[in-house]
């Protein structure tokens, strides 16, 4: 079956810290992931996606077919990036399997 | 930019009633989505159109159905609304397969 799980539901780190948001995926097919955030009072959108091999805002993540594992980084953390963040999976043409989310608050 | 307009940011509701949360995409999208989003939950997909008047069930259909009739426009309908009911909904549409979604501002729902 296909599953998405984010193993935090909260995640705390200061400004200018390191932050990484884990994602691992269960899928039998060739894995297609995506990133979504949620700043607040604002609509979900498409942070980046795995086959773009881009950096959006400073974030990036990696495929790792091995460790079945999408986690989201960036290598110093701004307030502004608080917001929630949702790991996405394409199952099929057209749906997507979302995680659970992770709430990422940056402390000043 | 792609626009996907809900039309209803918050909708109070009482048991028992049919209620209609309308969603209008401007981009020709093909495909469109409603989901529910729920703290803990995450989003989970209630159902989805690839065409007009063509719909499949999601993950969580019951108690829910869909209208798609005229491509930008994709009608979520609660027959009997249920205090479980209550809950974040979020219209997406999507330009084709593998494409990302775009999402709306969400309708908040309360059935009291």
């Known amino acids: 079956a296909q599953r998405v799980t984010q193993p935090e539901k909260l995640l705390s780190v200061f400004k200018g810290a390191p932050v990484e948001l884990k994602c691992n995926y269960s899928y039998s097919g060739s894995p297609e992931l995506f990133w979504y955030v949620q700043y607040s009072r604002q609509r979900l959108q498409l942070l980046l996606r795995?086959?773009s091999r881009e950096s959006i805002k400073g974030f990036t993540a990696d495929l790792n077919k091995g460790e079945t594992s999408f986690h989201l980084k960036k290598p110093f953390a701004q307030e502004e990036d608080s917001a929630m963040y949702y790991c996405?999976?394409?199952?099929?043409?057209?749906?997507?399997?979302f995680g659970q989310g992770t709430r990422l608050t940056i402390n000043p | 930019d792609v626009k996907v307009t809900q039309s209803s940011r918050y909708l109070v509701k009482r048991t028992g009633e049919k209620v209609f949360l309308e969603c209008v995409q401007d981009m020709d999208h093909e495909n469109m989505f409603w989901y529910r989003q729920d703290p803990g939950l995450g989003l989970r997909l209630i159902y989805f159109?690839?065409?007009?008047?063509?719909?499949e069930k999601g993950d969580i259909p019951e108690g829910y159905s869909v209208s798609r009739e005229k491509k930008e426009r994709f009608s979520l309908i609660l027959e009997s609304a249920s205090t479980n009911q209550t809950s974040m909904y979020l219209c997406a549409g999507q330009t084709g397969g593998n494409q990302p979604q775009h999402f709306g501002d969400g309708t908040r729902l309360s059935i009291l």
């Open positions: 159109s690839y065409d007009v008047k063509m719909k």
């Open positions: 996405a999976l394409s199952v099929g043409a057209q749906k997507l399997v």
């Open positions: 795995h086959i």
